[in-house]
Structure formats: structure tokens, C-alpha cells
T-cell receptor, first 111, second 117 residues
Framework: DAKTTQPNSMESNEEEPVHLPCNHSTISGTDYIHWYRQLPSQGPEYVIHGLTSNVNNRMASLAIAEDRKSSTLILHRATLRDAAVYYCILRSHFGNEKLTFGTGTRLTIIP | DTEVTQTPKHLVMGMTNKKSLKCEQHMGHRAMYWYKQKAKKPPELMFVYSYEKLSINESVPSRFSPECPNSSLLNLHLHALQPEDSALYLC????????????????FGPGTRLTVL
């Protein structure tokens, strides 16, 4: 699977938008971009995924660059509950179910 | 019910003990997974089961023995573990092992925190 690069940590103020970047310069045309997050003392949970177009769901938005070499997870209004490690993961359409986690970004929310 | 349950929450065992971790889901998922997560590190895949058959073994030492007795249950049998095996063991499930198309997201349990003395 192609690799992703994320900042180790980020801070954001409560009730502000948060933009979490992910670089994936070796992404192939059949790779989906998935985001998971892991809250403290919990297992990871799915956040969102996309292929080419920007995506929105109740948790977040995913903005994908036109060349697909980078993407940004957007939390529109961060709460303390959003403090977690966020993982950006590439998964091939033709691949199996292996989720290969990178180091992720530890997001701290400042009250 | 979108929950994956894992028991026990915590387990302390000696290097000569035999113990088992249990995972259960009732979402009708046909793929189940074991991950290992060391402190401050990302989860690492250990095993994948698809339709109760072992699909992927990520070169895990034989002291870890997975078992999938039915489509809802996944066990991890532990024997002669080492202190470096102490970690959080996560179970997950997904509708199938196919990665493409719809999210086919993996649902994770809260994990079993294992300490080997």
C-alpha cells in the first residue's frame, strides 16, 4: 500500500474548525483515502473516505486535492470530544482488507 | 447493534500461562481481525478471518493462535508469551474483506489490555 505522511501533532481551540493534512504523493488511481480516529482508551473508529471528490458526512468533511497527492480532513467545529489520534490510510480498490495505519496526528483541543 | 465487544478488558498473565481473548460481533460481518497496539504506536494487523477461514497471518509467532468458531466469534489463544507481548489487543470486523467501493469500514472493539509478567 502507498504511504501517507501526517504531522505528528496539532492543537486547535474548542469550537474552531480544524484542518488535518495528509500527504500521499505515491497514491495510485485505484486507492481510496480513508480516515480513522482513535479516542483515548478506545479502538479506532471510521471517520470518512473518498476517492476523487470532496465528501461530507455527519462527522467531518474530506477535501481531496485535484492531483490526489494530498487530502485534508476538516472538523467544522471541534469539541473536546474530538481530541484523538487521526489516521489517514490508503486502501486499494483491488486490495484486501488490510488496514495499514501510519503514525497519525495527535489532535489536542484547547478549551 | 454496531458494537464489537471484547473480553476481558484487562488481563495479566505469566509467561507459562495459557489464556484466551474473546471478541464478538452481531452485525452479520463476515470478516474479523486481530490487531496489536503498543503504547503510543499505531495498531498493527495480526490476523484476518474471512468467512471463518484464516485469510491473512502477518507472520505472527505461533504463541498467538487465532480461532474463529463461528461468524460472530473470534478468539485469540495465548501461550508462553513474552513480556514484550504486553500491548492492547484490538478486534475488528467488517462486512467482507473486499476493500473497494463502499466504505466497508472496520468496526473496532475497545481492546484487551494485556500485561505479561
Amino acid at each position: 500500500d502507498a504511504k501517507t505522511t501526517q504531522p505528528n501533532s496539532m492543537e486547535s481551540n474548542e469550537e474552531e474548525p480544524v484542518h488535518l493534512p495528509c500527504n500521499h504523493s505515491t497514491i495510485s488511481g485505484t486507492d481510496y483515502i480513508h480516515w480513522y480516529r482513535q479516542l483515548p482508551s478506545q479502538g479506532p473508529e471510521y471517520v470518512i473516505h473518498g476517492l476523487t471528490s470532496n465528501v461530507n458526512n455527519r462527522m467531518a468533511s474530506l477535501a481531496i486535492a485535484e492531483d490526489r497527492k494530498s487530502s485534508t480532513l476538516i472538523l467544522h467545529r471541534a469539541t473536546l470530544r474530538d481530541a484523538a489520534v487521526y489516521y489517514c490510510i490508503l486502501r486499494s480498490h483491488f486490495g484486501n482488507e488490510k488496514l495499514t495505519f501510519g503514525t497519525g496526528t495527535r489532535l489536542t483541543i484547547i478549551p | 447493534d454496531t458494537e464489537v465487544t471484547q473480553t476481558p478488558k484487562h488481563l495479566v498473565m505469566g509467561m507459562t500461562n495459557k489464556k484466551s481473548l474473546k471478541c464478538e460481533q452481531h452485525m452479520g460481518h463476515r470478516a474479523m481481525y486481530w490487531y496489536k497496539q503498543k503504547a503510543k504506536k499505531p495498531p498493527e494487523l495480526m490476523f484476518v478471518y474471512s468467512y471463518e477461514k484464516l485469510s491473512i497471518n502477518e507472520s505472527v509467532p505461533s504463541r498467538f493462535s487465532p480461532e474463529c468458531p463461528n461468524s460472530s466469534l473470534l478468539n485469540l489463544h495465548l501461550h508462553a508469551l513474552q513480556p514484550e507481548d504486553s500491548a492492547l489487543y484490538l478486534c475488528a470486523s467488517s462486512p467482507s474483506i473486499l476493500a473497494g467501493g463502499p466504505a466497508n469500514e472496520q468496526f473496532f472493539g475497545p481492546g484487551t489490555r494485556l500485561t505479561v509478567l
